[in-house]
């Protein structure tokens, strides 16, 4: 009896364990699965919070981006152009080495400014080449006379320079030409000697016209050399009381620059023969261009070759801006291009194997903007960027005088480690920059360039810029502000020639009006290639015009 109840106890012990364990395990089983859930509400969490944090990191890159956007187009409009440090922002060493990795060893990453003796500026002389005319102002005769009774000796003259300026003036060459015939009973017979004689017509560039060299010259310098736009020459005529219409200026530029075709293309010749061709490329407007609205953008291609002694500058319209352009115009030159970083360039160069070289003007530009528009900090990677650069250039004043192996030598020997601490630099720094921004910019442009921008190094006589070819685009940048547009084609190739005459004398130091002048006057006798080689801004007669100062630093 106790033992049947026991075991009846125990069984229903037993199945009451059972069911307990039972119990158990299901609650096992769904905490388990509450775990998984957990566990996955954990990870789609982290999940979640990385994205936040991403976003969060874009859209602080974003507003950095924004504010170095608004910073640099506020003071592109309303700041200084210029791109200068000025002195007391230049360090004379780094005060934070930790964070500029300049290698102990070159001593050159230190900028030092040699003192030097400073002297009195003076007013400088008056050009020997503009006429005088001496006014003497003497004494009486009784005042020349001593107290000792005796005539006083001239010992010696004291002289003073005064400028005086006229008006502009124009005047009208009246050419005679007196006409000869013999009596009306003569008994020469006719059509033997010509029946009325005459002296020859002095030949013009423009027969039959009334425009004279000195002429052309003053109306072509006062737009593509001082950006005056015909309608306001004619109201500049006007007031000296010439009537001289607007249309007549442009037909006549047309009829010139036919004429100088042929100095022009013995230019090109010559340009092509370069070791070294910088180009850049601006924008023009041609209103009546065929399969083109008037509001498209043209190009105005510049090239800068020849030797430095002896440079060429030529302009190029083409409603292009592609790398065939530029392919085209320099058909058969062999050798090396300077440019910026555009992608047609490196288009250009795998089409024709050119050397190519980079423009460190162009790296230190972006820099320049980012050091602007962050208020001109001293301990932002910009500013350390353009010490670096800045030290370049500074080589670079240095030798600019010497012999081209002993540039060559100095930048091996000096400029190269800057470079390459530089570029040690940008490793470093780069991956702690928002790529988007203008700092991340201007680092990504930089070492893009690196190889391009290394090879002026290699040779003495590679600028380290492409400015040459920058500061001949200048004037035609601003003469487009005033005359806004070219009328068509024919006008911009026309626009294109002239000033590759003006810019290629003014960098030769030739001062463009007389050389204009002198060309002008000259093309109508010319028979020849020779003739045309003797007017080449690189060739000509320098007893026949005046010189030109070349401004400091737009050599």
């Not at 423009?206 to 004619?234: G, H, N, Q, V, W």
Request: glycine content about 6%; proline content about 6%; charged content about 30%.
């Amino acid at each position: 009896m106790n033992s049947a109840n026991e075991n009846q106890i125990l069984k229903a012990r037993v199945k009451e364990l059972e069911s307990q364990k039972n119990i158990l395990h299901e609650t096992a089983k769904k905490l388990e699965s509450e775990k998984n859930i957990l566990h996955e509400t954990a990870k789609k969490l982290e999940s979640e919070k990385n994205i936040l944090h991403e976003t969060a990191k874009k859209l602080e890159d974003e507003v950095i981006h924004l504010k170095e956007q608004v910073a640099a187009l506020t003071l592109e409009l309303y700041g200084p152009k210029s791109e200068k440090i000025k002195s007391d922002e230049k360090p004379e060493v780094f005060n934070e080495a930790e964070s500029v990795p300049v290698d102990a060893n070159v001593p050159d990453a230190v900028i030092v400014v040699k003192s030097y003796n400073r002297k009195r500026s003076g007013r400088k002389g008056i050009s020997a080449q503009i006429p005088r005319e001496e006014c003497p102002h003497d004494i009486s005769d009784e005042e020349k006379k001593c107290a000792c009774g005796k005539m006083m000796k001239k010992i010696g003259e004291d002289r003073k320079e005064d400028l005086i300026i006229i008006p502009q003036q124009i005047k009208v060459k009246v050419h005679i030409y007196p006409k000869y015939a013999c009596d009306p009973d003569c008994i020469a017979g006719e059509g033997i000697h010509p029946a009325v004689k005459r002296a020859p017509s002095i030949p013009t560039i423009i027969a039959k016209s009334m425009a004279t060299a000195s002429l052309l010259a003053y109306i072509i310098i006062s737009k593509f050399c001082d950006a005056i736009p015909f309608y306001r020459l004619e109201k500049i005529f006007l007031r000296i009381g010439v009537q001289l219409k607007r249309a007549t200026m442009c037909n006549w530029t047309g009829k010139v620059h036919e004429k100088i075709k042929p100095v022009i293309d013995l230019m090109k010749k010559k340009l092509l023969e370069s070791f070294l061709i910088g180009i850049d490329e601006t924008t023009v407007q041609v209103l009546n261009e065929e399969g083109k609205k008037p509001q498209s953008k043209s190009w105005m291609w510049v090239f800068r070759g020849g030797t430095p002694e002896k440079p060429i500058i030529l302009f190029h319209y083409d409603p292009g801006r592609g790398h065939s352009v530029p392919e085209e115009y320099l058909k058969g030159y062999k050798g090396r291009i300077q440019s910026d970083g555009l992608s047609v360039y490196d288009a250009l160069v795998k089409k024709t194997n050119y050397i190519h070289i980079g423009c460190w003007s162009h790296a230190r530009r972006k820099f320049y903007k980012v050091y602007k528009a962050t208020g001109k900090r001293k301990d932002g990677v910009a500013y350390e960027s353009l010490v670096l650069i800045w030290g370049l250039y500074k080589i670079e004043r240095e030798i600019k005088y010497l012999p081209r192996e002993e540039r060559t030598a100095i930048r091996q020997e000096r400029s190269v480690p800057i470079l390459l601490d530089l570029k040690k630099y940008l490793d470093k720094v780069q991956p702690e920059v928002p790529p988007e921004g203008e700092l991340g910019k201007a680092i990504k442009y930089t070492k893009n360039e690196w190889e391009k921008l290394m090879r002026y190094t290699d040779d003495g006589d590679i600028p380290i810029d492409n400015n040459g070819v920058e500061n001949a685009i200048r004037p035609f940048a601003l003469g487009r502000k005033n005359w806004l547009f070219a009328n068509t084609p024919d006008g911009a190739e026309a626009s294109s020639a002239l000033y590759s005459l003006i810019e290629t004398a003014k960098a030769n130091g030739i001062e463009p009006h007389s050389y204009l002048n002198y060309v002008f006057e000259q093309i109508p006798l010319c028979k020849s290639e020779e003739d045309y080689e003797k007017l080449l801004p690189m060739n000509i007669d320098r007893t026949k015009i005046m010189p030109y100062a070349i401004p400091a630093g737009r050599g």
